[in-house]
């Protein structure tokens, strides 16, 4: 598959997002979108290569610099002309879209709009003004998103080179861990690391001995690592997420660590088998994670933390709780994060027909043999 497929492929399906709900166009805004429709890198260009669909200037902000509106007839990129050489060199070239740049002091979201389409408008951005007065385009949030659901085989192969990458950048940055290392440091090495790759790092998780029992969203301090540490990685390319958390002990650890860390990666294992394409959600809820705790003597234990669910273009479209609506989809992206007090498991994997396939694999890590899961990195010694 090359790019132009691709990019036909999700064309199609917002065309049918069009006719399904009686709008004349939608309007992409957010990040997530504008690079999923974007279709990553040009079809000669490396995976390690930095550019490739990136609409962001401000990183904290959820849109971009540009956007997509689309009709049945077209699909024109729009943003200001600060960013056009950029934009139609390095990120979106090569796509049969169209091209509306305007003066950046005079630039109207709603003026291009009413340029580009005549009817009703869809979004995926709340407050966006159409057409004269107060009037707002129609908020369709997840009804776009769900067209990224499916993952293509061109973004399965972009996503199977993040998924490897960053868990190999992940090996690379724990092992250079040291007793007395600042968590700081640990986050600036990769941070180093994958941004040489044009990787994002989108959340900034290490948290250490103490801490551990204390913050499941521990982000990084001065404190100093001492005996035992997580690390965790969003890394973003392209739009996608790779999920991944990592364990690292710097000096001998308990046996009920060692016992609670691999009970839970069992269980995430056993989530990732539970996640089968036609499977309700809140049924792998209940069943997978309701009930491994359950078996973990814990059942109150999913309370104290998300679980994760659905990701791909997010860290996670769909956070799953007990009622949450839909069902597992083919060739999807998943990311479960089952905790206990001071240890967690996650990786990012795909849905097949023939099972869960696995992305942010390093084959170097140490892994439990009979779950495949990763297990706790023991660097005693090795820096001695």
């Known amino acids: 598959m090359d790019r132009s497929a691709e990019f036909a492929i999700k064309y199609e399906r917002l065309r049918a997002l069009l006719r399904t709900h009686g709008v004349a166009g939608l309007v992409l805004r957010s990040r997530a979108n504008v ?8 079809d000669d260009a490396p995976l390690s ?8 200037v401000w990183h904290q902000s959820d849109g971009g610099v540009a956007w997509f509106v689309v009709t049945d007839a077209t699909v024109t990129l729009v943003t200001e002309n600060i960013e056009l050489p950029r934009l139609a060199r390095d ?8 091209i509306l740049a305007q003066p950046w002091h005079e630039s109207d979201p709603s003026r291009a709009i009413a340029e580009l389409v005549r009817g009703p408008v869809g979004t995926d951005s709340p407050g966006l003004p159409v057409g004269a007065g107060d009037s707002e385009a129609r908020l369709m949030t997840g009804e776009i998103a769900a067209c990224r659901a499916e993952l293509t085989e061109r973004e399965r192969d972009r996503y199977r080179w993040l998924g490897r990458t960053s868990a190999e950048i992940m090996s690379e940055v724990c092992r250079a861990i040291r007793p007395g290392m600042p968590e700081a440091e640990v986050v600036a090495l990769a941070h180093e690391r994958l941004h040489r790759l044009g990787i994002a790092q989108e959340v900034d998780i290490v948290c250490s001995d103490d801490r551990l029992a204390e913050d499941r969203h521990g982000l990084y301090t001065d404190r100093r690592i001492n005996e035992l540490a997580m690390v965790v990685f969003c890394a973003h390319k392209w739009g996608l997420v790779a999920n991944l958390t990592r364990m690292v002990a710097l000096a001998v650890p308990s046996a009920e660590t060692l016992r609670r860390h691999e009970a839970i990666s069992r269980m995430d294992h056993a989530l990732m088998l ?3 394409p036609g499977t309700a959600l809140r049924d792998v809820f209940r069943d997978a994670v309701a009930g491994g705790y359950a078996a973990l003597g814990e059942p109150d234990a999913w309370r104290d933390h998300h679980q994760g669910g659905s990701t791909g273009y997010t860290g996670r479209d769909t956070r799953v709780t ?21 240890v967690k498991s996650e990786d990012t994997f795909i849905t097949t027909p023939a099972g869960p396939e696995t992305l942010t694999v390093d084959p170097f890590w140490p892994t439990y043999a009979a779950t495949g899961k990763a297990a706790i990195l023991d660097l005693t010694g090795s820096y001695e």
Do not use: H, K
């Open 35 to 42: 690079s999923w429709l974007g279709c990553g890198p040009a």
């Open 274 to 276: 539970a996640t089968r």
């Open 49 to 56: 290569a930095v550019q490739g669909s990136r609409s962001e």
């Open 91 to 98: 990120e979106f070239g090569g796509l049969p879209i169209d």
């Open 322 to 342: 007990p009622t949450s609506a839909g069902t597992v989809g083919t060739y999807q992206a998943f990311a479960w994060n089952p905790s206990l007090v001071g």
